[in-house]
């Protein structure tokens, strides 16, 4: 519009002049935008923390260190965030923080083994390894076409009589749900062979390992069930990918499971709502801190393909947006920044631990304005 006046608001009251710094060098690389230098208020502070970390389960160890140090020297829990590009990026801090008792809540509310989709998975590996699991066989039973809550009940009634009918001759599980197969209705007949079909597999292939166990359910009639059920069912897709990763660091099942466990026995969310613990760190989505701001905040899984996310940065403009969404990170925290990565980690399609390559928008801050933290020598217990 001819005669329109452009007015910058470049004075920033939140942040150290050290992460305005890292946040002016973040963005300088975008070309659509309306270009401004952020300008400090603040006295100087620490330079932003560049960590490298060996894998996944190393960088979980070392936020959570941090963290209980910062506690320790008087930095309060509540003003601290971890945050990330997806939320399957948290997947290992989660449990760390849950194996440690350090109190965190989620942004989006539940917790990553608490979705649906992965507790659907789940399911079937309880059954696999404990056949007298009713929440298991119901949860199952229940995504078949034609079966309603009181179908279910009655089949559990026939499937658990079955197996103890067999005593020391005991059926397999694939055996047994066809012995009752009679008892299911006529809608879920083909459903029903189906899941006799794909818990037989399961049984058969148990030495190897929980993850390709997870990828059998998905790739037995899951995915079909997930594309017709959720819009989503894309990132469904790739959280349970990542899962199989993931459980692929367990030498059995059970151990997997026993993990899982962890995360999922907790109180409920509701529970969580009404009396949340008054100091826990907030782990959330980078989306979803948008306008909050954290004394503390550190920012993890910067690897080229999961931040900029591989998908994104296909669409027109979708580097430029991931850039942006990277600014919002770096520019909610006000005194300490940690930016963090690690060298090796499952990626879907690559069939396990994959070397990773830094994010590009690390490449893109000046070297002088991070310290890099060599963590080589990083005990994480102290």
């Not at 009634?157 to 008892?183: T, Y």
């Not at 998905?218 to 059920?229: H, R, S």
């Amino acid at each position: 519009h001819d005669g329109t006046q452009e007015f910058k608001i470049e004075t920033n009251y939140r942040s150290t002049p050290e992460i305005l710094d890292c946040a002016n060098a973040v963005i300088a690389a975008n070309t659509q935008q309306f270009e401004k230098v952020l300008a400090p208020v603040r006295d100087s502070g620490m330079k932003p923390a560049l960590v490298c970390c060996n894998d996944a389960n190393q960088q979980a160890e070392f936020i959570a260190q941090r963290v209980l140090e910062l506690r320790d020297e008087g930095m309060p829990m509540e003003g601290m965030a971890v945050l990330y590009r997806s939320h399957f990026h948290a997947l290992e801090l989660q449990l760390e923080f849950t194996r440690r008792n350090i109190p965190f809540v989620l942004t989006s509310g539940i917790r990553f083994f608490e979705q649906a989709h992965v507790k659907d998975v789940a399911a079937y590996l309880k059954l696999l390894t404990n056949p007298g699991d009713e929440l298991a066989f119901k949860r199952i039973v229940l995504m078949l076409p034609g079966i309603g809550a009181k179908s279910a009940a009655k089949l559990w009634g026939a499937f658990s009589a079955r197996l103890a009918k067999g005593n020391s001759q005991q059926p397999g599980l694939a055996k047994a749900l066809r012995d009752i197969a009679g008892q299911a209705p006529k809608k879920a007949a083909l459903g029903w062979e189906q899941f006799a079909e794909t818990l037989g597999q399961l049984e058969g292939e148990q030495a190897k390992g929980p993850g390709h166990l997870i990828r059998m359910v998905v790739a037995a009639g899951y995915e079909d069930y997930l594309q017709d059920k959720f819009p989503n069912y894309h990132a469904r897709l790739e959280d349970l990918e990542q899962v199989a990763g993931f459980a692929g660091q367990y030498g059995t099942t059970d151990e997997f499971l026993s993990e899982v466990a962890l995360l999922t026995n907790l109180d409920t969310d509701t529970k969580r709502d009404t009396n949340p613990d008054p100091e826990q760190i907030r782990l959330s989505t980078i989306h979803q801190a948008k306008g909050l701001e954290f004394d503390v905040v550190f920012v993890m899984m910067l690897c080229d393909g999961l931040f900029p996310s591989s998908r994104a940065i296909e669409s027109p403009g979708g580097e430029e947006e991931e850039r942006r969404l990277f600014y919002v990170a770096v520019t909610r925290a006000k005194t300490e920044l940690y930016l963090s990565y690690p060298l090796m980690r499952f990626m879907h399609g690559s069939g396990g631990d994959a070397m990773q390559q830094r994010s590009r928008f690390l490449d893109e801050i000046d070297s002088n304005l991070v310290e890099e933290w060599n963590l080589q020598s990083f005990d994480p217990y102290g």
